[in-house]
């Protein structure tokens, strides 16, 4: 009766107000994104929503290996494959999103990369690049040989030098022509991307032969130019390389852009009051155990356990203390890598966020810096495990962070070799008292329900229970009878 006094007034006044209200989402996320470089609704999804439905999102490992020169050797030599399928197929798809466009048809070279980049043979694809190559020069075609071809580093920088004439050449071009059309402006976002990579790909270069330092400056200027690109990471690989230099103020200065926790003092009361404080904050396991590695640092050298059981925590050893339990709640994994509890294997081209592949990742590349700090590993083993008792029960509420994902086993047996076992996160067990009264309880509260429901039928099962219970006794009352006399046994009864 109420819809069919409806009059066409109020569709129109629906319409209205909910066209009004998508053309006011429409404006803030444009303006959201032309000032952050990143969908407003999709950042939320990612950092809020995705940890309460436990959702895992996969990300591209920023310090990934060279494949031919790095990964095909550990083949060669030990026979084993250290990159899973899934790990691979997710390497495709990220190259088809970065390195093509719609408009790659118009030129040969690039229409042949565009399959390059879909064909699962390594072969096939090498022998695409050469062929594109040889049209024209090709800074995608030249990406490709880099990474898979080159079985050193040396060959790898040589042709990433020479994708990077190239690309700068197709980037120049395309930023003069980017806002003639749609065409245009997918071109020139393409050309951006192959850009950044190969800068990128070519300071790591330094990085691995030596040249630290300009490997530094090569990031720091990259960073600079296109600073908008924060899907890269491009930080994590500038923190890695300032902490080779023992640059730790530097260091300092980086996290305290992308880590907003990094300089503010942590007080005990204050967190337990507000565990929530660090949820909205960009987090990895490279920016919280390298503001945990500064911490340490700080007092590593002079840190003795049965010291501080007699005197307590200084405030610059809490402030250190609490540095790696926030580090370990992030990811729990990484203390056994450092501690070499566990052994590394080579890390995936994609990790999953506190997950076992982050936790991989990240010590592979910096267990030399904890190493380096004097005493650093000996505060993280006396106080890592000290995290878990300061983690609510049930995990389902968590401490600085969110609930740490229930997913990350899973995703992480996927990108990781099948050789190598998974880290699971460490779960409380129950005390048995309490599962024991768990069961008697809900077997109880379902006789109880059963009886009241069928009362003839359980009164059947109760006897035939308790008639089945009481079988061997009375069977022992009738040898019992059958061996003593009848009068000793009167008397006994009598008794």
């Known amino acids: 009766m109420f819809l069919n006094t409806l009059t066409p007034k109020f569709y129109v006044a629906l319409t209205g107000t909910s066209s009004l209200i998508s053309g ?82 118009l030129r040969p070279a690039d229409a042949i990369m ?26 995608t075609a030249s990406i490709l040989l880099a990474e898979e071809e080159a079985t050193t580093i040396v060959e790898a920088e040589k042709l990433f030098k020479q994708a990077l004439k190239t690309g700068e050449g197709c980037y120049r071009r395309s930023q003069q022509l980017q806002h003639h059309g749609a065409q245009y402006e997918a071109q020139h976002r393409r050309d951006t991307n192959v850009l950044v990579y190969i800068k990128r790909r070519l300071a790591m270069c330094s990085r691995k032969l030596g040249r630290t330092r300009e490997a530094v400056k090569m990031l720091r200027d990259l960073m600079k130019e296109f600073p908008l690109l924060s899907m890269f990471n491009i930080h994590e690989n500038l923190l890695e390389s300032l902490l080779e230099l023992q640059n730790y103020a530097d260091v300092q200065a980086v996290l305290a852009k992308y880590d907003g926790k990094t300089h503010t003092p942590l007080k005990v009361k204050k967190v337990q009051q507000t565990p929530v404080q660090y949820i909205s904050l960009p987090k990895s396991a490279t920016i919280c155990y390298t503001a945990a590695l500064l911490k340490a640092r700080a007092v590593s050298d002079k840190f003795s356990p ?17 540095a790696i339990h926030r580090a370990v709640e992030f990811n729990p994994h990484v ?17 999953l966020k506190r997950g076992d592949s982050e936790a991989i990742a990240y010590a592979f590349f910096h267990l030399q810096h904890w190493k380096r700090v004097e005493g650093a590993l000996n505060l993280l083993h006396c ?5 878990f008792r300061m983690i609510p029960y049930p995990l389902e509420k968590g401490h600085l962070f969110y609930p740490y994902p229930i997913c990350t086993e899973t995703a992480d047996r996927e990108l990781l070799p099948m050789f190598h076992e998974v880290s699971v996160y460490p779960k409380k067990e129950l005390p048995f008292f309490i599962l024991f009264t768990a069961g008697l309880c809900s077997f109880t509260a379902m006789l109880a329900l059963l009886t009241h429901q069928f009362p003839e039928l359980m009164g059947v099962f109760a006897k035939a229970f308790l008639s089945t219970l009481f079988a061997p006794l009375n069977f022992i009352m009738e040898k019992v009878e059958s061996i003593l006399p009848s009068s000793l046994w009167h008397q006994l009864t009598r008794i």
């Not at 190559?133 to 800074?139: I, S, T, V």
């Not at 106080?383 to 995290?387: F, N, R």
């Open 24 to 105: 006011l989402i429409l404006i803030f996320e444009w303006w959201y994104f032309r000032k952050y470089g990143t969908s407003f609704i999709e950042q939320v999804s990612v950092s809020h929503l995705r940890p309460l439905l436990g959702e895992c999102k996969v990300w591209r490992n920023p310090l990934n290996l060279f494949r031919g020169a790095e990964y095909n050797r550990y083949t060669w030599v030990t026979g084993r494959e250290p990159l899973t399928y899934y790990d691979m197929n997710l390497s495709a798809q990220d190259h088809q999103t970065f390195f093509t466009c719609d408009s790659d048809h």
């Open 335 to 351: 203390p056994k890598y450092l501690l070499e509890m566990k052994s590394l294997i080579l890390p995936p081209e994609h990790i």
């Open 306 to 322: 049965e010291a501080a059981s007699r005197r307590g925590l200084s405030t610059a050893e809490m402030n250190a203390v609490e």
């Open 114 to 139: 565009q399959k390059a980049w879909r064909e699962r043979n390594p072969q096939a694809r090498i022998s695409a690049a050469h062929e594109s190559l040889e049209l024209e020069d090709c800074a």
């Open 383 to 387: 106080t890592w495990e000290g995290t």
